[in-house]
């Protein structure tokens, strides 16, 4: 018993060691459920927090992902 | 950046919010808003929770990809340009002008 148990440990760790650590989220597709998200902005005076659904049933989106700032485009 | 600001006008008519991403600090971004005449707001991905979430991060550059989605009213994704698609918005400024878009 004490034996089987122990197997059972160093295969578990064994398993939690091979999974990957962070696997990277894949791009959502077309058609897919776009993920929600909080962000914040400047508007000169205060930060303003956005989230996604807070257009939902009211605006499209369009989200612009872009490198860094001052780098054109 | 400067693409969507030119259509701006033809995009707020359709009912579309044009929201700009990247990792910068909010003030960073306000700052390059303001240089180059934008005045949509551009969000602040500090730590680039977002961008993982999307799928976008990229390590080696410490940033996002170059990626446009235009998000229907339904929460879900209509269109999608990615890197260097991304630079010029023409097919995402005309799918938000196509009539009787899902929404």
New interface residues.
Partial sequence: MKKLLITLIIAAGLLAHAAPKEE??????????????K??????HD??E?S??Q????????????????T?? | ????QQNLKK?EA???????????S???????AD?IGITF?????WGG?????????VDK?K??????????????????Q?DNA??D?TK?VDA?ERPK?K?
């Fill in positions: 990277p989220t894949a791009m959502p597709k077309v058609g897919d459920l776009a993920p929600d998200f962000m914040a902005y400047f508007d000169g930060l303003k956005v996604l659904s257009y939902h049933g009211q605006k499209q989106v369009i989200l612009a992902f872009y490198i860094f700032a001052f054109g485009g | 950046m400067k693409n969507f995009l359709t009912d579309t919010q044009v929201l700009g991403v990247s990792m910068d909010a003030f960073a971004n306000k700052a390059f240089s707001p551009l969000l602040s991905d929770e977002t961008t993982r979430k999307y799928g976008l991060y550059y940033a996002a990809r170059r990626v446009n989605f235009l998000i229907g009213k339904d929460g879900r994704i209509l269109e999608e990615i991304a630079i918005p995402i938000c878009l929404g």
